[in-house]
């Protein structure tokens, strides 16, 4: 699963608005970079570690990370913002999961989310 560099990684760093990193720079380089200079907001290390977890995968590059943080932030961007239209609909501001099932229900491209798969999914019951 290693991202060549090149348009992949062009497109990521356009897809965050940013110009792209010099030779010697890192692009979305993580906890140093305070705020909005910061390309990816999740931590590059956690997400390499779920990538490594997978037994499927054995290198991941730099770039392929940024790439996956870069679009499951974006991701979920989309899928808080379609679930906040059902939320206002009850005239709230908080997000429950009501909201989520409606906007997964009613937008064809969250269909594969759709299921018994996350009928009853507790986070606090993976975790524990």
């Known amino acids: 699963m290693a991202a060549a560099a090149g348009p992949v990684a062009a497109a990521a760093v356009a897809a965050a608005g940013a ?21 990816a907001r999740l931590p590059l290390a956690r997400v390499k570690a779920l990538v490594k977890a997978d037994p499927d995968v054995t290198l991941a590059s730099q770039e392929a990370v940024f790439v996956l943080a ?18 206002q609909q009850g005239k709230r501001k908080t997000l429950q999961r009501k909201d989520l099932d409606n906007a997964i229900e009613a937008i064809d491209e969250f269909a594969f989310l759709e299921g018994e798969f996350l009928l009853g999914f507790s986070w606090f019951q993976y975790f524990q």
Do not use: H, M, S
């Open 70 to 87: 870069r679009a499951t932030e974006l991701f979920v961007e989309t899928i808080a913002k379609d679930a906040y239209v059902y939320a």
């Open 19 to 39: 110009e792209p990193a010099g030779p010697g720079e890192e692009a979305g380089a993580g906890p140093q970079c305070p705020g909005p200079a910061r390309l």
